[in-house]
């Protein structure tokens, strides 16, 4: 019964006994009058009480270790940020469309820029070089517009 009463089973209960918790007769025949459950309320207090303040302890002390960490990782972006080892994702997206956009644009107005220069070409040799001619120099322009894309992402937005 008192297995049910205290939510445990035999055994914690034996260990109880030779803690100190006071009962009535042997074996079968013992019994746990009211002394017995002001022993076992006063023995879970005592365990409460002493193990909250490591526990308080133990949690405090590892909040204070991750927030250590997080500091000190956010300091590092930081860093990296100003270093220009670590850029936005939003500004990497942003120049690699305005670099996709002067590439189609640039890839479109080839045709238009070739057909009149090709007209009245005989020869497949005359007009390999001058399509060549027409994408070196869309090539040379494309990195001419790529090295003025801003650095950092002040400078683009600045623009």
Partial sequence: MICFLLDVDERTIDRYVVAGMPREGTGRKARYGPAAFAWFLAERLEQSGRNRPTEDADNLSEAELRRTNADARLKELKADEMEGKLVDVAYVERTQAQ?????????????????????????????????????????????????????????????
């Fill in 99 to 159: 670099i996709n956009a002067n590439v189609r644009a640039r890839l479109l107005a080839l045709p238009a820029k070739l057909t009149p220069q090709l007209v009245g070409v005989s020869s497949p040799a005359k007009a390999k070089a001058i399509i060549e001619k027409e994408t070196n120099q869309a090539c040379e322009e494309l990195v001419k517009i790529a090295a003025k894309v801003p650095r950092r992402v002040e400078e683009f937005e600045a623009e």
